[in-house]
């Protein structure tokens, strides 16, 4: 489920992790952020970035200019 936030431009999404991923994430709270929400979100990003999605899509959107 995701839920929109026009205002802040924001969107919240379900995810439902094991108790072992929730540990992982809760650990490394301090390093990568400071709630969960700011580890997951860090983590997705860091992937995306990994997977060279982003880079790819900022080539695109470049590319329309």
Sequence with gaps: MVI?????G???IHVKL???QLELI???KGI???T???VV???VMSWLSEKSV????????LNKK
Excluded: F, Q, V
């Design 41 to 43: 979100r860090t983590i």
């Design 54 to 61: 982003i880079p790819n899509s900022i080539k695109k959107m």
């Design 26 to 28: 809760s650990d490394l």
């Design 36 to 38: 969960n929400s700011e």
């Design 32 to 34: 990568l952020g400071s």
């Design 18 to 20: 094991t108790k072992e």
């Design 4 to 8: 929109l936030d026009n205002k802040s």
């Design 10 to 12: 924001t969107a919240k």
